[in-house]
Structures are given as structure tokens and as C-alpha cells.
């Protein structure tokens, strides 16, 4: 009887505390030239390769030499497909950054301190190096001061701050609509009255913008995030030339009196893109 107690507690245990997995197939990831960015976890996974610069048989020296223009690539790849991120869907990170050399140093000074995620070295001498680089490094230091201006005469949907009843987290799929991720989607209803933009984003430390993208198992990620609350899932009417998510009349009403304003603020937002 002692062990069938014990047995049951075991049982109820590991269901409260095993941590909760997405796989691969849950996450979404977006396919770029020389690498890919999966939007769940909010990393640059890019490859670079590398040629020794170095004539002659010294085999140490040359694959050093080898490892080191590997690095360089990486760096440069990385930060050209960083400025070609979509920013709010409507125009690039690369529109929006005003250094780009300081852009470019911020992403060397992370590839320099942290080892590639995987290395192949080929019989004629030359290297790739493949990194894992957070977008969080990029957002928290270029994007903070210009998302927190607020846009003269832009229209804005009110929504209480209260929490009462209210629900924690807002799910919107955008269903079968041809949809970019970018750092801060922008979300508008039918007059084009804003939702949430990146004026919205509180910039916490480790985050690349407080947007959530996931192909599939929303509830999945709001329990591996950690969020406390019943979920409004909501689905997108459109997606407009702007790359805006348009919400209908009866979405937005919802939102005004179902969704804690809280829910915006503090990143809890999910895209579901099937």
C-alpha cells in the first residue's frame, strides 16, 4: 500500500515538474541564404566558411589561418542577414540601424566569446564554422529608445490594464494569409487603429522583442514560457501589403473586453504560423 502511494506521488510529481519540450516540427523556422532563424527560440543560426590564406606545409598554421577567415565570414554573413530581417513588416533592420559598424561589432565581439555550435573541416584544407547567435543581442541595444517614441497623431486602441477575469495571453493565427515574422509585427484592426507595434515591447533583458512565434502547440510554448493566465486565441482576418496582421471588429472587441492590457506589456503575445 506504502509503495502504491509513493508510486502515485512519483507519478503526479514528474507531471508538475517535467519540463515541457516543443520539437522541431512545433518551432518555427524561416529559411535565409546562408543559415536560418527559428523564431520560437529567437536565434540567427549562420554558416561560414574559411580558406587557409597561408601557402606551404605547415599544417597547424594553415588550418589556423583557415579558422580565423571562417570566423570573418561568419561575422560578415551574419550581420548582412541581420539588416535584412523584416523590422515591423514594413521596412528592414537595416533601415532602422544607424551604425552599422557598430552593429558589425556587437555581432563579432558574441562571435569571438562563444565557441561555433558545430565545426567541418574538408580534405582540402578549408573549414565552416556553424554559430548560434540570440536576435536579443540586436534589439536590446539598437531598438529600445526608438520603439519606446510614441507617433504623433497615430490612432490606438485602448485596452484596460486591469486583470481581474481577464485573460494573460493573446494567440493570433494567421491562418492560411502569407505572413513574414519580423522583430515587432505590427497588429491593426479594419480602420487601421493600432493594437501592438514595438512601442508596446518592454525590451527585458534576453529578448529579441516580446513576440512569440510557434508553427504549431501554442499552449506547448505558453507552458515552456512559463505564463500565467487562460489564453484569447484569436484568428487574423488578413494580412495587409504592409505585412500587418488586421484583426476584425468582433477580434477587437474581444480584445478591449476579454484581454489584460498587461498581456501586451509584458510580452505575453504568441503568432501561430501553421
Not at 580534405?123 to 529600445?144: K, Q
Not at 512559463?226 to 487574423?236: H, I, N, P, R
Not at 495587409?240 to 506589456?265: C, F, H, M, R, Y
Request: charge should be positive; hydrophobic fraction near 35%; include cysteine.
Amino acid at each position: 500500500m506504502i509503495f502504491k502511494i509513493l508510486l502515485h506521488t512519483f507519478f503526479i510529481t514528474t507531471m508538475i515538474y517535467s519540463p515541457v519540450k516543443l520539437s522541431a516540427d512545433d518551432e518555427f523556422e524561416q529559411k535565409i541564404t546562408d543559415g536560418s532563424i527559428n523564431w520560437s527560440t529567437k536565434t540567427l543560426l549562420i554558416t561560414g566558411g574559411g580558406v587557409s590564406e597561408i601557402n606551404g606545409s605547415d599544417l597547424i598554421s594553415s588550418r589556423l589561418s583557415a579558422e580565423r577567415s571562417a570566423v570573418v565570414n561568419s561575422v560578415n554573413r551574419a550581420k548582412r542577414s541581420i539588416l535584412a530581417i523584416s523590422f515591423d513588416g514594413n521596412s528592414s533592420v537595416g533601415e532602422k540601424v544607424e551604425s552599422k559598424s557598430r552593429l558589425r561589432s556587437v555581432i563579432d565581439q558574441f562571435v569571438k566569446k562563444n565557441n561555433p555550435v558545430s565545426k567541418r573541416y574538408y580534405s582540402d584544407g578549408s573549414v565552416e564554422f556553424v554559430y548560434s547567435i540570440p536576435l536579443s543581442i540586436v534589439s536590446e541595444r539598437f531598438f529600445g529608445s526608438f520603439c519606446k517614441e510614441k507617433k504623433e497623431n497615430e490612432k490606438r486602441v485602448s485596452i484596460d490594464d486591469g486583470n481581474s477575469g481577464k485573460k494573460q495571453v493573446l494567440v493570433i493565427n494567421v491562418g492560411n494569409n502569407k505572413f513574414e515574422p519580423s522583430f515587432f509585427p505590427v497588429i491593426k484592426t479594419d480602420d487601421f487603429q493600432t493594437i501592438y507595434d514595438c512601442s508596446n515591447t518592454s525590451f527585458e533583458e534576453n529578448s529579441a522583442g516580446n513576440v512569440h512565434y510557434i508553427s504549431k502547440n501554442a499552449k506547448g510554448l505558453i507552458k515552456k514560457m512559463g505564463f500565467e493566465g487562460k489564453e484569447l486565441t484569436l484568428k487574423a482576418k488578413s494580412i495587409n501589403k504592409e505585412n500587418q496582421i488586421i484583426l476584425d471588429e468582433k477580434s477587437v472587441e474581444k480584445i478591449k473586453t476579454e484581454l489584460s492590457g498587461d498581456a501586451l506589456k509584458n510580452g505575453r503575445v504568441i503568432i501561430l504560423v501553421p
